[in-house]
């Protein structure tokens, strides 16, 4: 398994779970070019890999994500390719984030964050592009990038209207950068789970474990469809739950469930 700089992945082929960990604890797992880059690989890295069915992402210490590292930004001590004179080449840095993003929602798996601490910007981002999210009662959310001038580079503005289900909402935090509590964003349906912090990674691979043991046919045709749902007229969509449908009654994952109930015992999903 490639080193990746300021990540640790771990697989576990028996579990069909993989685990992403932003470990840059001492910037509250900021991102650098190095970090995001080695997120980006990562997950292209789960995605191809057949024997894993469920990400977690979440961060090292007590932050998920502090969002970019302000030492790489305009006055910081250690800059990367968002400070350059050339406005191509900082447009054409964050290819590196655009990576991460669609990476995470075009992957056939699902990807649960578990949401440890603070998420604030960029971090914010990536929790809102993850499929489920489970948090501890100190996790917190802010969009950040108003608070220092900027506009969102890792897509909150398409993001937040979405999860969090109201464009007021989503312009509040986009226009003030103030935080959302973990109450709040679990009252809204942002996140699944807000449980103690000694649960959190109990329920993280409780929650995981289920969803491996689901067929993953159905589960990833279901995750394209919950997305590409988003662009589609009703018409469409249900032509596309009947293509997708007719993929699965065809499979052996199907048999498999019928069978199971039939027996009255738990299936076995072999992803065929």
């Known amino acids: 398994m490639p080193d990746y700089q300021h990540i640790i992945l771990e697989k576990d082929s028996a579990e069909h779970i993989a685990r992403l960990t932003i470990n840059r604890p001492e910037r509250r ?30 961060g090292a210490g007590q932050a998920f994500c502090a969002g970019g590292d302000l030492n790489a930004l305009q006055g910081g001590s250690d800059p990367g ?21 669609l990476g995470i929602q075009r992957m056939e798996k699902p990807v649960i964050a ?36 900027l506009f969102p580079g890792f897509g909150g503005t398409w993001l937040l ?7 007021g909402k989503a312009a509040e935090l986009l226009f003030t950068g103030d935080f959302m509590e973990a109450d ?25 474990r289920k969803i491996v043991a689901g067929p993953p046919i159905a589960i990833r045709l279901s995750k394209l469809m919950l997305y590409k749902g988003l662009e589609f007229d009703l018409e469409t969509a249900l032509k596309m739950a009947a293509a997708a449908e007719t993929i699965t009654l065809t499979s052996y994952d199907h048999g498999e469930g019928t069978q199971a109930i039939r027996e009255s015992r738990k299936p076995f999903y072999e992803g065929r």
């Open 81 to 101: 390719l968002w400070v350059s004179e050339n406005t191509d080449d900082i447009r054409r840095s964050f290819q590196a984030a655009q990576r991460v993003m």
């Open 29 to 58: 797992n900021a991102l650098n070019d190095a970090a995001t880059d080695a997120m980006g690989q990562a997950i292209d890295d789960v995605a191809a890999d057949d024997d894993i069915r469920v990400l977690i992402i979440t």
């Open 114 to 149: 578990m949401i440890n601490g603070t998420a604030v910007g960029a971090g914010f981002d990536i929790a809102c592009a993850c499929d489920i999210r489970i948090a501890s009662p100190k996790a917190r959310f802010m969009v950040a990038y108003v608070r220092i001038g």
């Open 161 to 167: 209207p979405r999860v969090l289900g109201s464009m």
């Open 184 to 208: 709040e964003g679990y009252r809204l349906g942002f996140l699944n789970r807000v449980v103690d912090e000694d649960e959190l990674e109990s329920t993280t691979m409780e929650m995981a």
